[in-house]
């Protein structure tokens, strides 16, 4: 540790040569389509922002940063990973804490110990089984990268960020306009490598692929490339609409009758209390 606080001593990173390597990393076509994410949050709009593969590669450039993870806790449901990002330079750290569990969801269950069953978004059964050692490190290696990404970027300055990410967007809106057929082609050949067709896209879109505006393939690339780092799924992002405007129209209906009858027995119950009332007034004589 106090070697690496010396070297970062010795050798002081430039802020003008790391923003211009950041800048130039996004003026390639490549690496400009992997810039950002786009991840749903409930049924409002997504959610944008810098990418992991972009946080890597600030991080990298911007020099001088360190970080470790550590089990912290580990039992046969449960694993707890502290992760801690240090910039050596300024000697500021954010950390945060990961907790995993140890379970996978598949439809099948052939040779799986089974623990529990949902029904999801399409109305399928899925059972939640426990998860191999390889599907347990895939899932450690992405909850670590996420948090690196969501921490380590509170180090670079966000007026960086923000440059990096309108100049990735200039490289990639210019590489469209001069062939538009060739990234809409490379767009649905990306996402056939994740089983999802050209057919789903033109069901997300609304109209076919030929007719893709420029802010409907950015959209779509931050969709892959979310998808492809871990950090949702295609049925994230096209669960059935219908299915849950009726469900919620059947909920507002059940509870306008419920609000109807209830309101009903108070109006009931006041003319029977006036009743009475009125009756006690012309026999005062009586009580109760």
Request: net charge negative; charged share 35%; hydrophobic share 35%.
């Amino acid at each position: 540790i106090q070697a690496a606080y010396i070297m970062a001593m010795q050798r002081p990173r430039s802020y003008d040569q790391s923003r211009i390597k950041i800048l130039e990393a996004c003026s390639r076509p490549s690496f400009a389509e992997k810039v950002e994410y786009s991840k749903p949050v409930g049924g409002g709009k997504p959610i944008v922002g810098p990418s992991i593969r972009f946080a890597e590669l600030a991080l990298r450039e911007w020099g001088n940063i360190s970080y470790e993870s550590q089990v912290v806790y580990d039992d046969e449901i449960t694993r707890r990973i502290s992760v801690a990002i240090t910039d050596l330079e300024t000697n500021t750290t954010f950390s945060a804490s990961i907790q995993l569990n140890k379970t996978v969801e598949r439809k099948k269950t052939d040779g799986r110990e089974v623990v529990g069953e949902r029904i999801n978004s399409y109305g399928d059964k899925v059972y939640i089984v426990k998860a191999t050692e390889d599907e347990i490190m895939n899932k450690q290696a992405a909850a670590i990268s996420k948090t690196l990404r969501n921490e380590g970027l509170r180090l670079i300055p966000q007026d960086i960020i923000e440059e990096a990410i309108e100049r990735a967007r200039e490289t990639v809106k210019k590489r469209d306009k001069a062939d538009p057929d060739a990234a809409r082609k490379k767009l649905a050949d990306a996402f056939a490598s994740l089983r999802v067709m050209p057919a789903d896209l033109e069901k997300y879109l609304g109209h076919p692929l030929g007719q893709t505006s420029p802010a409907e393939l950015q959209d779509l690339r931050s969709i892959y490339q979310t998808i492809k780092d871990g950090e949702a799924k295609w049925s994230d992002y096209v669960s059935p609409q219908g299915e849950e405007s009726a469900d919620a129209a059947a909920a507002k209906e059940k509870l306008h009758s419920l609000k109807k009858r209830i309101k009903e027995q108070a109006v009931s119950a006041d003319e029977s209390e006036s009743g009475l009332l009125h009756k006690a007034e012309r026999e005062p004589g009586e009580e109760g």
